[in-house]
């Protein structure tokens, strides 16, 4: 069969499948392999009506049970889980009880389609865990890093990874000390893919963490909510270069009530959003319950825009928000409660129950619980 014909057909076939007949033969795994076949296959799937799947992976779900959940969600048949398909990848309740003992790696964060394992909560007393891996859910692949031998009682983590023609090119892993009072510095290691070893670095700073939020990736920036009030981004390409770590402000109509009224971290969302920072607050002011969307225009300044400021009246119970809808402009914000996970279209107004299946969204869904965004690619990335 000449090649031409075979890539008409390989294009259209599951990655999944794909996969497997690279074993065939030498010829077979050159071509599927080629970068040109990724961006063709890539550029197929972009033209279909079917828009990519996604998951609200929690920062809790641990290594096994999140690499069972991709097994059991991706189909071999190549069928699509739906149409913008949203899924949840939690935990059973039960886990929950003495969890800072049971979860030694779970999902620390996620970067171009990888997922980064590790310590969510690092007692270094007494789990004596400093491990990170870095895996492609998808293929299977992945990169076991070596333990950091800097001792952190709290610890943030971060990462970040470049990517080209579907294939890591390097990467970057950040453990960022977390203070609840001004110390003075901060303290943190950044494991470099060029280096292979980490390397520890003190900056004097008054800034401190605030609670364990998960990192916001723009680019190749970091962003952690270190304060009610504020945003910290961090390069980790450029640690010694100026401003590598600068504050960005929160945005607010009135910043003396802002402070008054204490918004709990548990109901805003901080969030990357096709290219921009987003932030989202739900409130309950008065009877009504409100919520209030900014996106920042100019990175470089700070400014940020107030996008959407709607009621939502068909909810009567202080929500808290999840995650932007990852395809959609602008309208659709997900929220959950003690009931069910919900969506929100605040250019229509329209409340839709999404899951109400779970017994108790409490138990399932604490408030404090951080998730990541995980779209599942239409090319996996390949870790060389």
Same mark, same amino acid.
């Given at each position: 069969?000449?090649?031409?014909?075979?890539?008409?057909v390989?294009?259209?076939?599951?990655?999944?499948? &794909?996969?497997?007949?690279?074993?065939?033969?030498?010829?077979?795994?050159s071509?599927?392999?080629?970068?040109?076949?990724a961006?063709?296959?890539?550029?197929?799937?972009?033209?279909?009506?079917?828009?990519?799947?996604w998951?609200l992976?929690?920062?809790?779900?641990?290594?096994?049970?999140?690499?069972?959940?991709?097994?059991?969600?991706?189909?071999?048949?190549g069928?699509?889980?739906?149409?913008?398909c949203?899924?949840?990848?939690?935990?059973?309740?039960?886990?929950?009880?003495?969890?800072?003992?049971?979860?030694?790696?779970?999902?620390?964060?996620?970067?171009?389609?990888?997922l980064l394992?590790?310590?969510?909560? $690092?007692?270094?007393?007494?789990?004596q865990?400093?491990?990170?891996?870095?895996?492609?859910?998808i293929?299977?692949?992945?990169?076991?890093?070596?333990?950091?031998d800097?001792?952190?009682?709290?610890?943030?983590?971060?990462?970040?990874?470049?990517? +080209?023609?579907?294939?890591?090119?390097?990467?970057?892993?950040?453990?960022?000390?977390v203070?609840?009072?001004?110390?003075?510095?901060?303290?943190?290691?950044?494991?470099?893919? $060029?280096?292979?070893e980490? +390397?520890?670095?003190?900056?004097?700073?008054?800034?401190?963490?605030?609670?364990? !939020?998960?990192?916001?990736?723009?680019?190749?920036?970091?962003?952690?909510?270190?304060?009610?009030?504020?945003?910290?981004?961090?390069?980790?390409?450029?640690?010694?270069?100026?401003?590598?770590?600068? &504050?960005?402000?929160?945005?607010?109509?009135?910043?003396?009530?802002?402070r008054?009224?204490?918004?709990?971290?548990?109901h805003?969302?901080?969030?990357?959003?096709?290219?921009?920072?987003?932030?989202? +607050?739900v409130?309950?002011?008065?009877?009504?319950?409100?919520?209030?969307i900014? $996106?920042?225009?100019?990175?470089?300044s700070?400014?940020?825009?107030?996008?959407?400021?709607?009621?939502?009246?068909?909810?009567?119970?202080?929500?808290?928000?999840?995650?932007?809808?990852?395809?959609?402009?602008?309208?659709?914000?997900?929220?959950?409660?003690?009931?069910?996970?919900?969506?929100?279209?605040? $250019?229509?107004?329209?409340? !839709?129950?999404?899951?109400d299946s779970? +017994?108790?969204?409490?138990d399932?869904?604490?408030y404090?619980m951080?998730?990541?965004?995980?779209?599942?690619?239409?090319?996996?990335?390949?870790?060389?």
């Amino acid at each position: 069969m000449p090649e031409w014909m075979l890539m008409e057909v390989f294009v259209r076939l599951p990655f999944k499948v &794909l996969f497997k007949f690279k074993t065939v033969s030498k010829r077979w795994c050159s071509m599927i392999s080629c970068p040109s076949f990724a961006r063709m296959y890539v550029d197929r799937i972009s033209r279909s009506p079917h828009s990519q799947d996604w998951i609200l992976v929690s920062s809790f779900a641990d290594k096994v049970m999140t690499e069972q959940f991709f097994q059991r969600k991706l189909p071999l048949d190549g069928c699509s889980l739906g149409i913008n398909c949203l899924d949840l990848l939690t935990l059973p309740c039960d886990q929950f009880h003495g969890f800072e003992s049971s979860f030694d790696h779970v999902v620390v964060g996620i970067s171009n389609g990888l997922l980064l394992y590790g310590p969510r909560l $690092e007692v270094a007393k007494r789990l004596q865990i400093y491990s990170y891996e870095i895996c492609n859910p998808i293929t299977g692949q992945r990169i076991i890093l070596p333990p950091s031998d800097s001792c952190f009682e709290f610890v943030a983590t971060g990462f970040v990874t470049q990517v +080209e023609d579907n294939v890591l090119q390097s990467y970057r892993v950040v453990r960022i000390e977390v203070h609840h009072a001004n110390s003075g510095f901060i303290r943190f290691d950044v494991y470099s893919s $060029e280096i292979r070893e980490w +390397e520890y670095f003190r900056i004097y700073s008054r800034i401190c963490f605030y609670k364990w !939020k998960n990192p916001v990736v723009l680019g190749k920036i970091l962003h952690w909510m270190v304060t009610r009030h504020s945003v910290m981004s961090f390069d980790p390409y450029n640690i010694n270069k100026p401003h590598s770590i600068r &504050l960005i402000s929160l945005p607010s109509d009135d910043v003396a009530s802002y402070r008054l009224r204490k918004i709990e971290l548990d109901h805003v969302l901080f969030d990357e959003h096709q290219g921009h920072l987003r932030y989202a +607050e739900v409130k309950l002011d008065g009877q009504q319950i409100k919520l209030s969307i900014w $996106e920042l225009k100019d990175y470089d300044s700070g400014r940020w825009c107030l996008q959407h400021r709607v009621s939502i009246d068909e909810l009567n119970i202080l929500s808290v928000p999840l995650s932007f809808h990852p395809f959609d402009s602008n309208n659709i914000v997900y929220l959950i409660n003690y009931k069910a996970l919900l969506s929100f279209d605040v $250019e229509t107004r329209e409340l !839709k129950v999404v899951d109400d299946s779970r +017994e108790n969204y409490i138990d399932q869904l604490p408030y404090g619980m951080s998730y990541f965004s995980f779209v599942i690619p239409p090319w996996p990335v390949f870790i060389s």
